[in-house]
C-alpha cells in the first residue's frame, strides 16, 4: 500500500449515502484502477476526487490503495483506529458491488509476521527485538495490560521508539484487534526484574485466549435499570459556576461492570454565558428530548446502560456503558443528525472495563 490520505470535506459534492458512493466509483473505476496501476496522475484521476466524494458519506475516514498483485487494485478504508467509526467503515465495505479487478477491504488487516520489520530512523523493530509480558491486578482480572520490551529501548529515542513499537502491533494484529483488544499498552527496554518473556510472535495466541475467556465469562449478563435509583449533585466549579448531575446509583454498584466495557461519551455545547453556564430553557428542552430518544433506542436490557449525565460551564456529557461499539456508535450517529439543526453534538467510544470513567458519580 503507498497511499495514505485524510479525506478531508468539499462542499460541492453531493454524495449522500453509500450506494451514491459506489455508483460514482463504479463509473470511474477504470480510470482509478489504469492511474494506480500506472502511477501516473494519482492525484487528478483518485486522490482528489475520492476525498470530495467519500466524505459525504461520513467524515473521519482514512484510505489506502495500491496494488494487490498485477491485476488487481486494492482499496483499503481505515479508521484509524477510532472506534466510533469503525462500524461506517465496514457498512461501507459491506455495500460494495463486486467489480473486476478489484479488491475492497475493511480496516487495515494483520501482516505475515515472518515477513514483516519496521523501520524508522536507525531503529528495526521485528520479531527479533520485541517481546512482551503481561500485567494482572486482583482489582481488575480482566484488563489486558501488557508490556511490549524492546531490547534497544533507550530514553532519548523514546517517542520514536513508541511509535515504531505501536506502528508495528498494529500491523502485527490488524486494526481491528489492535484497536479493541488490548486496554493498555506501554513499552519499556529490556531488565532483570519483569516477568517471563513470550515471543512477540504469540501475541496474537495470547490474545485470543484472553478474548475468550472474556466472552465464556461475560457473553450472557443483562441488566435491567427499570427498578433502579438515580441521584442527584450539585456543586460549583473552580470558576465558581454551578455543576449538576444525575446518576443512576445503583448500577453503579453491580458486580459485573466488564460485561458493558464500552463507554459512550456524549457532549453537547452550548451558549449559557448568560446563564452562569446553565442551558436555556430551549436548549434544554432539546437536550432532553434527545437524550430520552437514545434512552429509548439504546435499551438497558439489550446491552446499554445510561450510566448518568452532568451539566456545567457550556457543555452537557451524557454517559453509557454498553455491551459493544457497532450498534451504539451506528444509532448514536444517527440520532444527533436529527438534531444536527438544533444542537452541537459529539460523541467517543472508548474501552473501559471497570467504569473508572463513573468514579465521579460515587462522591
Known sequence: MKFLRRMFPSKHENIATNTDFWDWFSVNQKKIWKAIH???????????????KLNQV??????LTGMHDNQTAELILTADTNIKNIVFVEDLINSAPDIDKWKFTALKPEVNISEFQIKIENHTFSAENLSFYA???????DE??????????NEAEKDVIINGVYLYINNLLGEL?????IDHLQIKGNNQEQGELIPITKLKDYLAWRESEFEQKYQHKRYSAEKDKWGSFEAALSNGKPYFAIANTTVLDWDHKASHPW?????????????????????????????????????????????????????????????????SSRITYEIITKYSDKLKIEYHIYKDKYWQTFDRFKH
Open 263 to 327: 463507554v459512550l461519551k456524549i457532549e453537547i455545547h452550548y451558549e449559557g454565558k448568560d446563564n452562569h453556564g446553565l442551558p436555556n430553557l430551549d436548549d434544554t428542552q432539546a437536550m432532553n428530548d434527545f437524550e430520552d430518544e437514545l434512552t429509548n433506542t439504546l435499551i438497558d436490557t439489550e446491552g446499554y446502560l445510561n450510566i448518568g449525565r452532568e451539566t456545567a460551564d457550556n457543555l452537557r456529557e451524557i454517559f453509557f456503558a454498553c455491551r459493544e461499539f457497532r450498534e
Open 144 to 153: 489486558i495490560d501488557l508490556t511490549v520490551v524492546y531490547d534497544q529501548f
Open 177 to 181: 484487534s489492535s484497536a479493541t483488544i
Open 38 to 52: 500506472d502511477g501516473e496522475k494519482i492525484e487528478e484521476v483518485f486522490f482528489n476526487k475520492m476525498m470530495s
Open 135 to 141: 500485567t494482572h491486578d486482583e482489582l481488575y482480572p
Open 58 to 63: 461520513k467524515d473521519g475516514v482514512y484510505f
